[in-house]
């Protein structure tokens, strides 16, 4: 199925994402903050990218605005998974090459719709 790269900075919202969408048939590659995410990004092929906005070292709205200045990320959707849910940030985000957003915490089934409405597979 798809490639997923997922980016937080707490490793148990990265385990419930790899738990929902591993056994759905999709490979879930995980980095712990926006600097290793990009890193992880420009080494490997990815079909969507789920990150957290508020991070240590690099946060989500840096990476989104990194990956998007990478030809490679031109189509890939790139999905905040946050709790923030200030309409601003939310502009902010689009403007920055946003596709979605999902609120913390998320139903399985909700993150599952997402992923099948925005991957091609």
Do not use: C, Y
């Amino acid at each position: 199925m798809a490639n997923i790269l997922t980016v937080d900075d707490s490793p148990s919202v990265r385990q419930m994402i790899k738990l929902v969408l591993g056994p759905a048939g999709h490979n879930v590659v995980e980095a712990g903050d926006g600097s290793e995410g990009l890193a992880k990004a420009k080494a490997q092929a990815f079909d969507l990218v789920i990150t957290d906005l508020n991070m240590p070292v690099m946060n989500g709205m840096q990476m989104i605005k990194a990956l998007r200045g990478l030809p490679s990320f031109m189509g890939v959707p790139i999905v905040f998974l946050t709790t923030e849910s200030d309409d601003a940030v939310k502009q902010e985000a689009k403007a920055a090459g946003a596709t979605g957003w999902i609120t913390k915490p998320f139903k399985p089934e909700q993150l599952l719709a997402v992923v099948a409405k925005l991957v091609r597979s």
